[in-house]
């Protein structure tokens, strides 16, 4: 007897901006009740590490929740705030080599 595996949609998307040391986040979390909620927090960076959270609003499907969280983010980029790519925070070394490199010889014994 095989299974399929069960497909989940998403239960949650984020968009993460940046300016001068502070973050913008802006989330969407769908509740028990299949409901989405849109929200946006601000951290800043400073000593005081402050956190504030605002603009909730519920929606009926993820899909309208990430149009909205589309909308919030091109409207906060024109005030200033930039764009984050998701998994690009650090850069690949370059490769030491292009080919394979020769075996090391073998120590002579004294």
């Given at each position: ?64 929740a990430k149009k909205t969280l589309l909308a919030l983010a091109?409207k906060a980029e024109k005030l200033g705030w930039t764009r984050t ?26």
């Open positions: 007897m095989t299974t399929k595996p069960k497909t989940t949609e998403p239960q949650s998307a984020t968009i993460t901006l940046r300016a001068s040391g502070a973050m913008l986040r802006l989330v969407a979390l769908r509740k028990p009740d299949a409901s989405v909620v849109t929200y946006v927090t601000t951290t800043t960076t400073d000593a005081d590490k402050r956190s504030a959270r605002g603009m909730t609003e519920r929606h009926p499907t993820m899909d309208a091109s790519a998701p998994g690009r925070a650090f850069a690949a070394k370059p490769d030491a080599f292009s080919a394979l490199p020769a075996a090391p010889k073998p120590a002579v014994k004294k």
